[in-house]
């Protein structure tokens, strides 16, 4: 009485191997998609899109120096304005943009002419992105 062998198929295994193999990979592309939850996350997120941006832009050291300390006053000035109860919304909207507008000035006045020409048109394709987005109704985290 001869009773039937077991056979594996390599090809099932390997395919079980691939499978089990990129679990990991996809559920950590999930994770990154989602949008940060606490305000550390989010201050993390922002710091590696600038230091990306400065990568990109070919900012040297002494430029990278001396735009982190705009971007701190800048948050500096920001963050009393948002704590200024004395002003209504669209008053403290308003005088958000000008502070920005000035710190945008302040750093591309650090930058070279083909520095700027670079930030402009990132700058540009971002604001796009944040229309499309927002056209489509889409939170910044969905793709």
Known sequence: MNTPTKRYHPSLTFAIGVLL???PAAYSAESEATPPTTPEARREKMEKGADRMADALGLSDDQRTKIKAINQQEKAELDALKGNTSLSKEERHAKADTIRKN???QRQAIMTPEQ????????????????RRAKDGDKPGDK
């Open 21 to 23: 193999a990129t679990l």
């Open 103 to 105: 710190y945008r000035d």
């Open 116 to 131: 700027r020409a670079k930030s402009d048109k990132m700058r540009e394709r971002m604001e796009k992105r944040h229309e």
